[in-house]
Structures are given as structure tokens and as C-alpha cells.
């Protein structure tokens, strides 16, 4: 492209604006300045970002940032913010710290603000593992049904949120079933037989090839201990009920030989550690009431 050339400025014949007297190749330059009003409204933020600069933190220092006149900041903001909520939940945490779990649902206000204090509870503790209702996943018991493998009732809730299950805690909740195929007690026939046995309990379709009367030899030997005679299951040791149609670990022939061969055993952590009491006993009374609590 050719360097403009310059000219006198002239009009412009088809738009009646004077030219800037810079012409590319034939082609002239108009002249035509911002409009007034455009130019002082830029003029004015221009003025208002520097009185901004002065009021409010604004430029970055090398570890923090200007200050601004007012001293506000979003973090102090945010800070005084939950101080407030903190005053005006205040006497309803009081409340029910001194309330006894059961009575708590005889004061309608307090029932409602325990239910949202363990919901909210709930959603940042337990809900990665449970689920966000509360209906569990493979391995994760759903809290939502009446069966309990540690028990129902406000004590054995707690208790089994207080001091978790298969951890380090001396209190905690403890019941190992023994991985028979692994360990070498059983072996894989008899895993497939009592496997299929165990899922006869619980009233499930068996394949023709299973030997269910020896099959219920060895559970008679081996299960009934922990499981009970009829499959009912034992909450003093956390074994499920093998009765019901709620498998934890999945009620295919292949799930269930795969528990019985290596076992589940899972372990849940003792949030009386993590939390404090009151908010234990919001998440008690929130699990209790989501599931038919004992
Ligand atoms: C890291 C995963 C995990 C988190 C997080 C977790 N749990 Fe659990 N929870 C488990 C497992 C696994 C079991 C079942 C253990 C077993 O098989 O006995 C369980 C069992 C339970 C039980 C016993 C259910 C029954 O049938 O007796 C309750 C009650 C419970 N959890 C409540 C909670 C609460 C309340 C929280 C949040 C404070 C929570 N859990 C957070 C993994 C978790
Ligand atoms: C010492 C007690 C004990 C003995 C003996 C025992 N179990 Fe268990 N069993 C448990 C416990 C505890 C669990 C729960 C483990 C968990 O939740 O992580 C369990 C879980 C299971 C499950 C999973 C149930 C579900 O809901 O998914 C099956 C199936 C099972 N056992 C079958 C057997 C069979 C078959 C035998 C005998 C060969 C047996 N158990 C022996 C304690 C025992």
C-alpha cells in the first residue's frame, strides 16, 4: 500500500465533511471527531476510576493491594457476614445443644431448623459417600430404607456417626467377616455353593447347577455365626441381613461370590472427630427422620 498522501484538506462532495487531507490510492480520509457527548462521558469514567482507585483496594502490591479510604475489603466483608448469621443462629444452636434428641420434635421451630442444620450437614460430610438423599450406592449404605446394619434407633445412629465404623477409633464400630476364598477357608466350589445358598435366603432365582444342600451345610457352619440360622443378620456385628432384597454389595451370583471370597469390610470415619457435637446430633436426628429410624 502506497504511504498516504497529503493534501489540503477539502469537502467531500458526497457527504458535505471536510476531509482530513490524507488520500490512499484515490481514497480520502473524512473527518469526523467523536461526538461531544461521547467524549465526556468518557472524560467523566476516566475521573470516576481514579476516585475509585482512592476509595476502594485497587492496585496489586507485591503482597496485598492499595487499601482504598474506606478499608473495605471482601474478605472482611465476607467475615461479617458469617459473624452476623453466626449471632442469629446463635440461640437456635443453643437450643439445641440443651434439647434431648427425642424431644426436639416437640418444638415445631426447632424441629425444622435441626432438620436443615444435619441437611446442610449432610451435603458437605456424608453425601460424597451416601449420596445426596441419602440412597446410598454400591457399598455406601442407602439411609433412606428401614434396615440398619448398626441399628436404627438415636443411640446406635450416634454412635455409629460418632465413632464410624472399621477405623482406628477403639470405640468404633467393628465386625469383620473372614474372606474365605482369599484366606484359603473355603474353597471355590464351596464359595459358589454357599454363595447360591445365601442368595436363596434371600429369595433369588439359583442356577440348577448349585449344590444348595451343601450349601447350607456350610452356611450352617460358617455364615450362621454372624449372618443368623435364617439369614436374618446381626447388627452387634454389622452383618447384613441376607433376607431382605438390599444388597449392599450387589446380589448377582458374581457379587456375592466375589464378598464371600475376599470379603467388604468397609470402614466409615468417626465424624465425632471432625464435628462437633451438635452437629452430630443434627446429622442424627436428620438420618433418623430420613430413614424409618428404630
Ligand atoms: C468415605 C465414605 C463415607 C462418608 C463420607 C460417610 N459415610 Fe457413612 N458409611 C460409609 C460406609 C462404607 C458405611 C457402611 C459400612 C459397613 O458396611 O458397615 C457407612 C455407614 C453409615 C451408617 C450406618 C448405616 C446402617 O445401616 O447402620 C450411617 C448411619 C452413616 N454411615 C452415616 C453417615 C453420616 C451421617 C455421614 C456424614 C457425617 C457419613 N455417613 C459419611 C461410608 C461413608
Ligand atoms: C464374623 C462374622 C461374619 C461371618 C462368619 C460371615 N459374615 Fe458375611 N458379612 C459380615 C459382615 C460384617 C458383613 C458386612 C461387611 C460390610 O458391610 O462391609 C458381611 C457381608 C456379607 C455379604 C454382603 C451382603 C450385602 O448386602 O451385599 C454377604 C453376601 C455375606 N456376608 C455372606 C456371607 C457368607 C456366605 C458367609 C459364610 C461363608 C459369611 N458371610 C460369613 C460378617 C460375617
Known sequence: MADPEHNEPQVDSVTGYKTTGHEWDGLTEL????????????????????GYWIVYPAWPLVFSATNGFLGWNSRTAVDQEIAELQDS???????????????????PQLLDFTLAYGRAAF??????????????AKGYPNLIDDAWLWGGSFDDIAHTITFGIRNDSPDSRFGDMPAFGRDGILTPTEIRDVS??????GGLAVPASADLAAGAQIY???????????????????????????????????????????????????????????????????????????
Not at 473527518?31 to 481514579?50: E, K
Not at 447360591?196 to 435366603?201: A, F, I, K, Q
Open 31 to 50: 473527518n469526523q471527531p467523536l461526538p461531544r457527548w461521547w467524549l465526556w462521558i468518557f472524560y467523566a469514567t476516566i475521573l470516576w476510576s481514579i
Open 220 to 294: 450352617a457352619d460358617n455364615c450362621a455365626a454372624c449372618h443368623g440360622d435364617a439369614g436374618e443378620g446381626d447388627q452387634e456385628l454389622g452383618a447384613p441381613s441376607v433376607q431382605d432384597a438390599i444388597w449392599l454389595y450387589g446380589s448377582d451370583s458374581e457379587d456375592v461370590i466375589a464378598t464371600v471370597t475376599n470379603a467388604r469390610n468397609s470402614s466409615m470415619p468417626a465424624w465425632g472427630e471432625r464435628l462437633d457435637p451438635t452437629s452430630v446430633k443434627a446429622l442424627t436426628f436428620y438420618v433418623h427422620n430420613l430413614g424409618g429410624g428404630e
Open 196 to 201: 447360591e445358598y445365601t442368595r436363596s435366603l
Open 123 to 136: 451435603q458437605e460430610n456424608c453425601a460424597p459417600c451416601h449420596g445426596a438423599g441419602g440412597g446410598g
Open 89 to 107: 443462629r446463635g440461640p437456635m444452636v443453643d437450643r439445641l445443644t440443651n434439647t434431648e434428641i427425642a424431644a426436639i420434635r416437640d418444638d
